[in-house]
């Protein structure tokens, strides 16, 4: 889906301002857009807002949904394991330490920073609210548009200067500053990799405003850098690069060097960035007051982002939608290879037909023998393509029950036994919901003979809710032998 000559659309929409960017991952910048709405007037006023914007842009462009470090939680933690799948085993129990709410609340992802020499791995995590995203998720499908990944921004501004400045794995830790309207991210990369990031709630509208937002930047800049210095006993960059270059920005930076006893270096995100030069001078006038590196980076690097926030749920949704194209194409390249033999047979069968109704078919009787042999294949060929066509029922399965599901119910498991019986349980809000659901079962061209095995009711975050088991059969499933 990701791929060095891809098209990315990039949305950010926080604090009631969305932004938009479309770019390749080869670097080029092609559009960016900017409005602000009202957040206390609902999601619909986000969507409007959002669907004028994107008139220009490509719709068809990968999807990107960014999440920025104000909206979510970034922890360095070491887990005593170097395989994949048991670091996500670990991190879903620990997940819980590093947050106040419950797992079922929150979505979770990592990226690794490397293994030591006792074999842990050193991990960034990230926690976000699972609500913040599907409201934004929701804001993008009701404007149209299919989330195809949904990335940590500060790993994407980290990935995104590490190229730019050509940071190797051997150079000493950077420290970025990136200046927006209403925050600032103090970011470490290391390696070439996010290691720190802290969001500190004072932006470029705040020290213009008042004298008093440049005193509580410099607060919570010190804030950082001690944070930073305290794990481990990090050694703190000697010197920071800034995005921006615009002029708010560069009458405080002598103040901060003076303050906090390091060099603040502007090197504007635009300096590395591939585009139209009107497009370019765009960015640096009409936007100046808030930085665009956090869409713009997510647009550039999101096929290297390890970070990824998207919802399980959606997940299998993307895969089984992938895996039913594939399968579909698979079986039509079958298809098409079988047609395309059994025609170069029949081509054979006739010629040696038709030279045989010249007096010669006991002279050539072997050949009579061959053909017999290419119809056996023919044969074994339709035999494949039935099975090939049996091996869909899953599928087909999967999609029904995903169609018919409602958002209320959720399933934890389906199992499916040789003759065709198929079993799920999970959870809804209501009893009567569950009732309506084995009655739609029932109603499917695909399913008969739905029924409850059992029913139940617990309690779940505080809330009430039923738990059940239905069974039922697959129409034209095949009979036990």
């Given at each position: 889906m990701f791929g060095a000559d891809k098209r990315y659309l990039s949305i950010s929409i926080n604090e009631g301002v969305i932004k938009v960017v479309q770019a390749t991952s080869a670097g080029v910048l092609e559009r960016v857009a900017r409005a602000s709405f009202d957040p206390t007037a609902g999601a619909s006023q986000a969507v409007l807002t959002l669907k004028s914007l994107l008139a220009p842009f490509d719709r068809k462009a990968s999807v990107i949904c960014t999440i920025p470090a104000n909206a979510a939680t970034a922890k360095n933690i070491e887990v005593?394991?170097?395989?994949?799948?048991?670091?996500?085993?670990?991190?879903?129990?620990?997940?819980?330490?590093?947050?106040?709410?419950?797992?079922?609340?929150?979505?979770?992802?990592?990226?690794?920073?490397?293994?030591?020499?006792?074999?842990?791995?050193r991990l960034l995590l990230v926690i976000v609210h699972r609500d913040m995203v599907k409201e934004r998720i929701s804001v993008l499908e009701k404007a149209g548009l299919a989330v195809d990944k949904i990335i940590f921004?500060?790993?994407?501004?980290?990935?995104?200067?590490?190229?730019?400045?050509?940071?190797k794995k051997e150079s000493p830790v950077c420290g970025i500053v990136d200046f927006s309207l209403n925050t600032t991210s103090y970011i470490i990369v290391s390696r070439g990799s996010l290691v720190?990031?802290?969001?500190?709630?004072?932006?470029i509208k705040n020290f213009i405003e008042s004298s008093e937002g440049l005193g509580k930047l410099q607060?919570?800049?010190?804030?950082?850098?001690?944070?930073?210095?305290?794990?481990?006993?990090?050694d703190i960059p000697h010197s920071y690069v800034v995005t921006t270059d615009v002029e708010a920005v560069r009458s405080i930076l002598p103040a901060l060097?003076?303050?906090?006893g390091s060099e603040f270096l502007p090197n504007a995100f635009i300096n590395f960035v591939k585009g139209p030069k009107a497009l370019r001078k765009k960015l640096q006038s009409d936007?100046?007051?808030?930085?665009?590196?956090?869409?713009?980076?997510?647009?550039?690097?999101?096929?290297?982002?390890?970070?990824?926030?998207?919802?399980?749920?959606?997940m299998l949704k993307k895969t089984v939608e992938r895996q039913s194209r594939e399968a579909t194409k698979a079986g039509v390249a079958a298809v098409f290879i079988m047609v395309l033999i059994g025609a170069m047979m029949m081509a054979n069968i006739y010629f040696k037909d038709a030279f045989l109704?010249?007096?010669?078919?006991?002279?050539?009787?072997?050949?009579?023998?061959?053909a017999q042999e290419l119809q056996e294949r023919m044969n074994q060929a339709k035999v494949v393509r039935g099975y090939i066509k049996d091996r869909m029922v899953t599928l087909d399965i999967i999609h029904e029950l995903y169609a018919m599901t409602p958002h209320t119910i959720y399933l934890n498991n389906v199992t499916m036994d040789e003759?065709?019986?198929?079993?799920?349980?999970?959870?809804?809000?209501?009893?009567?919901?569950?009732?309506?659901?084995?009655?739609?079962?029932?109603?499917?061209?695909?399913?008969?003979?739905?029924?409850?095995?059992?029913?139940?009711?617990?309690?779940?975050?505080?809330?009430?809710?039923?738990?059940?088991?239905?069974?039922?059969?697959?129409?034209?499933a095949k009979e036990p032998a």
């Open positions: 005593p394991s170097i395989d994949p799948e048991e670091i996500k085993s670990i991190i879903n129990l620990q997940a819980s330490h590093h947050t106040p709410y419950s797992k079922e609340e929150v979505l979770i992802s990592f990226m690794s920073l490397g293994v030591n020499a006792v074999n842990n791995t921004v500060p790993e994407a501004q980290a990935r995104f200067y590490s190229k730019a400045l050509n940071l720190f990031v802290r969001s500190i709630p004072v932006g607060g919570e800049l010190k804030k950082s850098i001690d944070s930073f210095a305290q794990e481990e006993g990090n060097k003076e303050n906090l936007f100046g007051d808030d930085s665009f590196l956090d869409v713009m980076a997510c647009a550039l690097t999101g096929n290297k982002c390890e970070v990824n926030l998207m919802p399980e749920e959606m109704n010249k007096n010669l078919r006991e002279k050539f009787y072997s050949q009579r023998v061959q003759d065709g019986t198929v079993t799920i349980d999970g959870i809804s809000d209501s009893m009567s919901q569950v009732f309506s659901y084995v009655k739609a079962l029932d109603d499917s061209a695909m399913f008969q003979e739905a029924k409850t095995k059992s029913t139940s009711t617990k309690k779940d975050n505080g809330k009430d809710v039923a738990t059940f088991e239905i069974e039922f059969k697959v129409v034209n």
